[in-house]
Every structure is written in C-alpha cells, then in structure tokens.
DNA sequence: CTGAACATTTGACAACGTGAACCTTTCACG
DNA sequence: CGTGAAAGGTTCACGTTGTCAAATGTTCAG
C-alpha cells in the first residue's frame, strides 16, 4: 500500500500540460453529458449508440466490440441482446468462422445511429466562437495527439 | 416518428468542425478510459472519483453535487455512502440549514484524489507530441470553447 | 484424435442511474 | 402564530453497465 500502484517515473507535468489536462476535462464532461442526453433522447443507452455508431461501417464480431470499448465481451452480450430486442441490430454466424457471430446494423439502426450522430450539436456552440481558422489550427493539434493511439476514431 | 424529437434548427456543421467533434470524441473515449482505470488502480469507481474530486475545493451540499454531476440527488445518496463507509467522506449538517447535508472529503479521501489527479498522465503522452507553443495555442483555444460553458472546471 | 485456445453465453453480483414516495426542515403568507 | 408549499435527503423498486468464473461450441496444431 505504499507506493503507488501502476505508474512510477513520471515527469512532474509542466503548468500549461496540467491546464489543458484540466480543461481537457471539462471538455470530457461535457461532451459525456451531451452524447448521453442525445441518446437518450432517442431511447437509447450511451452504451448502446456507441455500438451502434461502431457498426456502421459494417457488421462487426462481438470480440471485435469488446475490445474497441475496452470491455469485458460478456457485457457487449447483454448490450448487443437489448439492441437485437429492439431491431436496431442483429447477429448473423461468420460462415469463415462458427464460433464468431457478426453484429449487424439495421437499416433501423442504421438511421438511429445517424440520426444521433447528425444531433450531436456539442462543441457546436462552443466551436462557434472560433474563427474558422482557429478550428483548423485545433483541428491539427487533435489530430497530431490522437494519431497512432485511437482505434476507434481512425476513419479507414 | 418523422421529425426530429428535439432539435430542429441546426447549421448543416462545415467539414472542420465535424472532423473536430470526431476528433473530440476520440479524445473523450481516450480519456474516459484512463480515468476509470486510474480511478480502478486506488479501488475507486469513475462516479467516486468525480465526487472526491469535486470536494477538493471544500465540504459541498449533495444537492451540489448532483447538479455538478447533472444526475439524481438520489443517486449521489449511494455513491456518498460508498465513499463514506470506506472513510474517504463525512457527512455533517449544515448549521445554517438543518435540511442540508455538507459532504466533506476526509484526509484519507483529500490525498486518493490528489494522487489519482497526479496519476493521470492521460494527454500526457498525446500531448508531449506538441511543442509548448503548440500546447499554449491548446489551451488557448480549449479555455475559449469553455468559459462560461462548465460548472466543473471553474477555478475560482 | 486430443487438447489447448478462442468466441460467445450464462449466472451471480456490485455500482450507477432514474423515478416515485416519504420525512424533515424552511419559508412565505394569511 | 400556524399552515401549507417547497426544498434537501433518503429509501425503494427497477433497469442497464460492468466484472468475474464457469459452461458450451468451434477451431486448430500436433
């Protein structure tokens, strides 16, 4: 119990990285809320569209599911069950592979998922008050931070 | 079921700004992850974390803290129980009003947050691609989508 | 053919989160 | 005053997320 668990050397963190740190934060949160309240909107789960929004670039093994939102598999089960319920999904056998069962949007889910996505105005407002160059300039530093590290975003 | 439920008026989103709130997105899920993990590493749950968290700036009543967090006062009654049964939070009237309930964080529960904040070297490796004028520009921009935006990272 | 490894499911369990009902306290108003 | 509405917390019932361990069915190497 006396040291610290996972982490040891660690620079000591300079005062602007603390700050974005912190505003990153912020941001989290907020975005968090929002994302949540939309679907939530739509009767959905934050869990749920986020499967949903995984598939839509095309059916997807459960395995696959689990380890995109860093989770165990047995819960995309329960997620994936719910889902199937409402016809927004549905599971199909990899003919490659019997034991693996392909999840599949809908053409339900499909929309639901879109139309989601179309709702998520965050950071719209708050973009909004940067000029366009601005968010071009934020639009490469994002980048620049995420690459290499998000799988989930990576648009191939 | 053929008009969108809750918003309607909405700019068709230019291509910069889409591509950011994706990048957002990936960012958020990146950070999401850390932080539960780091909250998991000190035997904490996220929603712990952000209550603990929230009481570095002093004792607050629960309905505070609801608001904060945008969820059910009834639902911040479990996670307070939680915490205090682990001796991270105290629970004391308010001499100025006998209804209110002022959760304060313990030393125990002062110095979980403060090294599970330390720990969070989240954006660290991401950020320590940029170069410091690169990361001043970030947080120039970031502070800017924020202010007036959140209650949470207020550093007043 | 056998056994190890893999993908999914099941079941038990804890934490989160909501909504409604309830108790106590406060406060405005007659 | 005293009464009733409103507010802060708690409790309960319920559904969803998440974990872990054990089971089932499938693949594949030897």
Chains 1, 2 share one sequence.
Do not use: W
């Not at 006396?2 to 989290?28: F, S």
């Not at 997620?79 to 809908?106: C, N, S, Y």
């Amino acid at each position: 119990m006396e040291n610290t668990p996972t982490k040891v050397v660690q620079e000591p963190a300079d005062a602007i990285t603390r700050e974005v740190v912190d505003l990153m934060a912020g941001l989290v949160a907020l975005f968090h809320r929002e994302y949540e309240e939309a679907a939530a909107a739509r009767s959905l789960t934050g869990a749920q569209a986020k499967v949903l929004a995984l598939l839509r670039r095309g059916p997807m093994p459960m395995r696959h599911i689990a380890q995109t939102l860093s989770c165990e598999p047995s819960n995309i089960t329960g997620i994936v069950d719910r889902l199937e319920a409402r016809g927004f999904v549905t599971r199909q056998a990899d003919p490659q592979d019997r034991r693996v069962k392909l999840v599949a949007a809908t053409e339900a889910g499909r929309s639901a998922s879109e139309e989601l996505r179309e709702s998520l105005n965050f950071a719209r407002e708050p973009l909004a008050t940067l000029a366009e160059d601005e968010r071009t300039t934020l639009r490469d530093l994002l980048r620049r931070m995420l690459e290499g590290a998000d799988p989930e975003t990576d648009p191939s």
